[in-house]
């Protein structure tokens, strides 16, 4: 099935670091969105992306789509403690269901 | 506005045994979605439902059934619950439509097999 390819897996980084997370896909994506799950806790909807080379900020969270609309990333400038969790990737396969990425599990070394 | 809530939030079961789950959301969303999440394997969509009195197989869907009877209510069954089942279930749902396809998720169903 369709699949969205999500790296890396885990990320270690000390508090004031940088943090960025990848998503591939085979295909090109109509939209891509982003998800936060804080530890136990469910999935809360960050962003959706468009439009072609797309960039989005959100404070210290900027989000990008690539030009062929096969990849994106998320990149998290001076990460906080509040930042832990891990952040997923998801795209449309169809109109219906969304196809998530793996996962990039953020811890913060204080 | 309770958003999307689930019950139980925990249960442990016997090989074999069987149970509901309970998603109900107040949003008056189309779609709704029954996930479940592994460590290292990201969320894996089990069956999901398009609107009242349909449901649908996703990419997980042996092992569960799965009924929409009421818009709001979507029910995830595991008729003979086996260890691999073991897993944290999420519900979500979204509406039909609109420029951002936003799902919002229950807070989740911790279900362990022994």
């Known amino acids: 099935g369709q699949q969205v390819m999500q790296i890396p897996q885990y990320q270690h980084v000390q508090e004031g670091e940088d943090f960025t997370t990848y998503c591939n896909s085979s295909t090109t994506l109509s939209n891509i969105q982003w998800y936060k799950q804080r530890p136990g806790g469910h999935p809360v909807f960050l962003i959706q992306?468009?439009?072609?080379?797309e960039v989005k900020k959100q404070k210290r969270l900027t989000f990008q789509f690539g030009e062929a609309k096969k990849n994106s990333s998320l990149h998290i400038t001076a990460t906080q403690t509040t930042d832990v969790g891990t952040y997923f990737c998801a795209a449309p396969f169809g109109n219906e269901k969304l196809t998530f990425g793996t996962g990039t599990r953020l811890t913060i070394i204080p | 506005n309770a958003g999307v809530t689930q019950t139980p939030k925990f249960r442990v079961l016997k090989t074999g045994q069987s149970m509901t789950l309970l998603c109900a959301q107040d949003m008056n969303h189309e779609y709704m979605y029954w996930y479940r999440q592994d460590p290292g394997m990201g969320l894996r969509l089990i069956h999901y439902?398009?609107?009242?009195?349909?449901?649908a197989k996703g990419e997980v869907p042996d092992g569960y059934n799965v009924s929409r009877l009421k818009k709001q209510n979507f029910l995830l069954g595991l008729e003979s619950a086996a260890p691999s089942q073991t897993s944290v279930y999420f519900c979500?749902?979204?509406?039909?439509?609109?420029?951002?396809?936003?799902?919002?998720f229950g807070p989740g169903t911790r279900l362990t097999v022994l």
């Open positions: 992306l468009v439009k072609s080379g």
């Open positions: 439902s398009v609107g009242e009195g349909t449901t």
């Open positions: 979500a749902s979204r509406r039909r439509g609109g420029i951002i396809d936003t799902q919002y």
